[in-house]
Every structure is written in structure tokens, then in C-alpha cells.
């Protein structure tokens, strides 16, 4: 059973960095073939892929949100992390850490965490 776990503060102020972990449990973050991926969800709308780790340390962002946003790994601690900088009121979303055998919005995962809700606000 492979499971993720989002962890990090639900309230961040704009112009700051929202920092996310991901927790894998049941799998290695370095498993042959896997893409360990960021996805969130403002209200009212639908999900948007924002980046990726590989099982090799390869990174990939949606274009969109590259300037802004870094994904990094901890392999000793089987976690993935998300750093979103110079956030805004737009940036509020539920986030969710998310795998699979490959990274954007078109393919099927694997696995996803529950979801974590973070609000950017003064």
C-alpha cells in the first residue's frame, strides 16, 4: 500500500514562499519509472499540474509557474517538497502531491495524497 501525505502551513502571507512536503510511505521516491508531481486546485476550478521530481532527480514545471516554482527531494527521508515563491491571493488552492509513471496533467496517477488546503492571505 503506497501512501502520501501532504504536510506543511495552511496559511501563508503574499509575497512569501509556500513550502510543501510530501511523505511517501509503502514505495521508494527512487522506484524505477515514477514521477512524483505537484498538482493543485483553486476554488472553482480544475486541477493544474505545476511540476515534477523523477525516481532520478530529473525536475520538470509547467511553464506557467517555472519562474516561481522549485521541486526538490530528500531521499533519506522518502519526501518530496514544493516551493512556491512571491505567492499571491491566486495562489490559494488545495495542493496535492500526486505519482506516477509520468508528470502533467494528461496522465493517470497512481497514487495521490489526501490534499492539503493553504490560503495566501494578509
Known amino acids: 500500500q503506497v501512501q502520501l501525505q501532504e504536510s506543511g502551513p495552511g496559511l501563508v502571507k503574499p509575497s512569501q514562499t509556500l513550502s510543501l512536503t510530501c511523505t511517501v510511505a509503502?514505495?521508494?521516491?527512487?522506484?524505477?519509472?515514477?514521477?512524483w508531481s505537484w498538482i493543485r486546485q483553486p476554488p472553482g476550478k480544475g486541477l493544474e499540474w505545476m511540476g515534477a521530481?523523477?525516481?532520478?532527480?530529473?525536475?520538470y514545471y509547467s511553464p506557467s509557474l517555472k519562474s516561481r516554482t522549485s521541486v526538490s527531494r530528500d531521499t533519506s527521508k522518502n519526501q518530496f517538497t514544493l516551493q512556491l515563491s512571491s505567492v499571491t491571493p491566486e495562489d490559494t488552492a488545495v495542493y496535492y502531491c500526486?505519482?506516477?509513471?509520468?508528470?502533467?496533467?494528461?496522465?493517470?496517477?497512481?497514487?495521490w495524497g489526501q490534499g492539503t488546503q493553504v490560503t495566501v492571505s494578509s
Open positions: 521530481i523523477t525516481y532520478s532527480g530529473n525536475t
Open positions: 500526486a505519482s506516477g509513471t509520468g508528470g502533467g496533467l494528461g496522465i493517470e496517477y497512481d497514487y
Open positions: 509503502g514505495d521508494s521516491i527512487t522506484t524505477n519509472l515514477y514521477y
